[in-house]
């Protein structure tokens, strides 16, 4: 079994930063690529971002370019998301998944393992 964790989310003000956390446990050698969706209220969850095992390819929604930074660090087994610039449309359970193929995968589908996730709120 793999479990994720996320932390670090809050509520911030417009403009502001976060970083989220996901710590990945348990098989974690079956853990490749990894990703962050979130989900607004009464709104289908949404792809954000998402990088291979090897931290050599990510991608990002539109949405978040350029101001969302994925990356991973596997000997702390532990992905992160730092979200800049933040806009009342940020607002959302961000969750962080995983997927035993190292390379990147971009819907939920492509995705075994799931985090509870973590409540970002952005005041104007």
């Known amino acids: 079994q793999v479990q994720l964790e996320e932390s670090g989310g809050g509520l911030v003000q417009a403009g502001a930063s976060l970083r989220l956390s996901c710590v990945y446990s348990g098989r974690t050698f079956s853990i490749g690529g990894m990703a962050w969706f979130r989900q607004a209220p009464g709104k289908e969850r949404e792809f954000v971002s998402a990088i291979s095992w090897n931290t050599e390819n990510t991608f990002y929604a539109d949405s978040v370019k350029g101001r969302f930074t994925i990356s991973r660090h596997n000997a702390k087994n532990t992905l992160y998301l730092q979200m800049n610039s933040l806009k009342l449309e940020d607002t959302a359970v961000y969750s962080c998944?995983?997927?035993?193929?190292?390379?990147?995968?971009?819907?939920?589908?492509?995705?075994?393992?799931w985090g509870q996730g973590t409540q970002v709120t952005v005041s104007s």
């Open positions: 998944a995983a997927r035993p193929s190292g390379m990147i995968g971009y819907t939920e589908r492509d995705f075994t393992y």
